[in-house]
């Protein structure tokens, strides 16, 4: 069985550090690639950034260039999403997202909910 | 950047109705475009690939079509289980993945 299994809620002070993951399991993971996917409260998804697992080639939305790094370690086949330092305004549900070929996202993460306030 | 248009914005209707969600592209798509279902709290799922391809175990029920620059998801016979938010979603090589705004179907 697929799965991607994220980390748990966050709450953090803006100008924090953050890393959170996404681990697959139940497929070869370094095959595929893995989106992330921020969706603001009551709002609507919005694709943040994608990288293959096979080389770690990551591709940004140029709406999060510069402002997120998304990494992964094929051998403990896990994605990760960074921030260096958080504002409010990066207050969010987070969700990673196996992309297939056809460019759609077959299976999603539960989500991880990151809070910033002071 | 290709831009995703979803209507309408809010639907309400009732169990056994047939509802129609449109998503239009602001320029040709061909046919890459997926539609998804998300319920309050949880993440998103996979309904329709390549504008008209039923997901494994999605119910015979929901329905993708078009190309170009208009799709539309419909459920045949709405039930309980369908009330949620729908998205559409394209994606290209040169501007990534875009997701329309959302449809928010209600119960009447």
């Known amino acids: 069985e697929v799965q991607l299994v994220q980390s748990g809620a966050e709450v953090k002070k803006p100008g924090e550090s953050l890393k959170i993951s996404c681990k697959g399991s139940?497929?070869?993971?370094?095959?595929?690639?893995i989106a992330w996917v921020r969706q603001m409260p009551g709002k609507g998804l919005e694709w943040m950034g994608i990288?293959?697992?096979?080389?770690?080639?990551?591709t940004y939305s140029p709406s999060f260039q510069g402002q997120v790094t998304i990494s992964a370690d094929k051998s403990i086949s896990t994605a990760f999403l960074q921030w260096s330092s958080l504002k409010a305004s990066d207050t969010a549900m987070y969700y990673c997202?196996?992309?297939?070929?056809?460019?759609?996202?077959?299976?999603w993460g539960q989500g991880t909910l990151v809070t910033v306030s002071s | 950047d290709i831009q995703m248009t979803q209507s309408p914005s809010t639907l309400s209707a009732s169990v056994g109705d047939r509802v129609t969600i449109t998503c239009r592209a602001s320029?040709?798509?061909?046919?890459?475009l997926a539609w998804y279902q998300q319920k309050p709290g949880k993440a998103p799922k996979l309904l329709i690939y390549?504008?008209?391809n039923l997901e494994s175990g999605v119910p015979s029920r929901f329905s993708g079509s078009g190309s170009g620059t208009e799709f539309t998801l419909t459920i045949s016979s709405l039930q309980p289980d369908d009330f949620a938010t729908f998205y559409c979603?394209?994606?290209?090589?040169?501007?990534?993945?875009?997701f329309g705004q959302g449809t928010k179907l209600e119960i009447k």
């Open positions: 997202a196996r992309r297939t070929r056809d460019g759609d996202f077959d299976y």
């Open positions: 139940g497929y070869s993971f370094s095959s595929y690639w």
């Open positions: 990288i293959y697992i096979g080389d770690s080639d990551a």
């Open positions: 320029q040709s798509i061909s046919s890459w």
């Open positions: 390549k504008a008209s």
């Open positions: 979603q394209h994606y290209n090589s040169y501007s990534g993945f875009t």
